[in-house]
Structures are given as structure tokens and as C-alpha cells.
């Protein structure tokens, strides 16, 4: 099995079906085109995008519904490569994942704003960004788990 | 912020060599053209915004501290 050397996980093996091709990158790290999904037991739902090619560079990310159950995506069918007429599902045709961002004493936030979709069909994936203005860049995290335990 | 009324097909100047035409208003939006120096860099300011949240993603816990951040993201 191939391995990749993560950030946080020392030298970890992957399988194929594990990295996501980033044909574009993401905005900033427009040249890091694959990332090896990680799931960790003990951190769940919390996963990991850690670059195949880059170390150092790792993101954590909350699947979306862990996040805000009624995310609506909202991307068009062309965006996502899916030739459907439905509604593409979460979980099943794309795993819709929001980047975590640490803020100083790990306050944390998620952005809802520009999601990364994957298609979990050809595991091509990209960071979809909306212009709608309806979900914000940096959602509080806290806010958001502190509901949950109510 | 200067705020200005423009119909289809108008436009407005910045500076000398900056021309902000607005072709079409619909339900859906306003479509814009610009005619500016191709060195003159224009982003939808959404892209901006995703590339400074994507750099401080990055950023990420550090490895020794790892630990309590997980502890903390999880409540």
C-alpha cells in the first residue's frame, strides 16, 4: 500500500480510493491537487484533507451535516460533473465537507461559504464558492456544538 | 461608500483607464462588464475571502497541539 507522510499522524497508509483529485486546487493552494481523506475514530466527525505532496499541510474539516443539518447546497449539476436530473444526495454522490479554521484559545470556525464537494462517484472534488451571501465564511463552531448538547 | 444609480447599458468610470458598464439587471443579479489594464487584477471578492480563510485553514492547529485542539472542536 502507498504511504503518505501527514502532519499530525506520522507516516500513515492509504488506499487509491482515499485521495481526492483537486483538478484546480483550492483558492490559495491553487498547485496541491491531491488530498488523502483521513478518518480518525477517536476524532469523529471531525476529518482530515492531508496534501499527498505536501506534509506539512493538512485541513480539518466537518462534514457538513455535522455542521448545519439543512445545508442547502445549491450548485449546479454542471459545478459537481454529475449528469443526474435529481438533486444530488450528501453522503452517497458528494460528501460536502466545511474547512475548520482555529481562532486564537481554539475558538474555531467552519466555512460554510465555500464548501468542498467532492464526487464521491470519480473522486474528483473542488472548493465550490457561493456568492449567494446566505451561509458565512466564518461560522463559530462553538456556538453551533454547544446547541447540540442542549 | 460613493453609491450610484445606473441603468442597463451605462457605466461609470474609475480613474483613467477603469470602465464599469452595467449590461443587464434581472432577478437573478446585475451583469457587469469591466474594461480595465489587463495587469489590473479583478476577483469577485468571494474568491479573496476563500483564499485568506483557506490560508488561516492551513494554518491549523500546531502538532503539539494537537491534542486539546481535537478536544476542543469536538465540545
Not at chain 1, 483521513?38 to 482530515?48: A, D, N, R, T
Not at chain 1, 454542471?78 to 460528501?95: F, N, Y
Not at chain 2, 443579479?29 to 474568491?47: D, F, H, N, S
Not at chain 2, 497541539?65 to 481535537?70: N, S, V, Y
Amino acid at each position: 500500500m502507498p504511504t503518505v507522510e501527514t502532519k499530525y499522524f506520522g507516516t500513515m497508509e492509504y488506499r487509491e480510493e482515499s485521495v481526492y483529485e483537486f483538478p484546480h486546487g483550492l483558492p490559495a493552494f491553487e498547485n496541491e491537487r491531491q488530498f488523502v481523506l483521513i478518518e480518525q475514530p477517536e476524532s469523529k466527525p471531525l476529518v482530515f484533507l492531508q496534501s499527498l505532496a505536501r506534509s506539512s499541510l493538512c485541513f480539518l474539516a466537518f462534514p457538513m451535516w455535522a455542521v448545519d443539518p439543512n445545508y442547502q447546497l445549491g450548485i449546479s449539476h454542471e459545478g459537481l460533473g454529475l449528469d443526474t436530473e435529481r438533486q444530488p444526495a450528501q453522503g452517497s454522490d458528494v460528501l460536502v465537507l466545511a474547512l475548520v479554521a482555529l481562532r486564537a484559545k481554539f475558538s474555531a470556525t467552519a466555512n460554510l461559504m465555500a464548501p468542498v464537494v467532492v464526487n464521491l462517484n470519480t473522486r474528483q472534488a473542488l472548493q465550490a464558492i457561493r456568492s449567494d451571501s446566505l451561509y458565512s465564511c466564518e461560522h463559530v463552531l462553538e456556538r453551533a456544538t454547544a446547541e447540540g448538547m442542549c | 461608500m460613493l453609491v450610484l444609480r445606473r441603468r442597463a447599458g451605462e457605466s461609470l468610470l474609475i480613474g483613467d483607464d477603469i470602465e464599469v458598464e452595467l449590461l443587464a439587471v434581472s432577478a437573478q443579479g446585475a451583469k457587469i462588464g469591466i474594461r480595465a489594464p489587463r495587469e489590473t487584477i479583478v476577483l469577485r471578492k468571494e474568491l479573496k475571502i476563500t483564499e485568506e480563510q483557506n490560508m488561516r485553514a492551513a494554518e491549523g492547529p500546531a502538532v503539539a497541539d494537537f491534542g486539546a485542539a481535537l478536544k476542543k472542536l469536538r465540545g
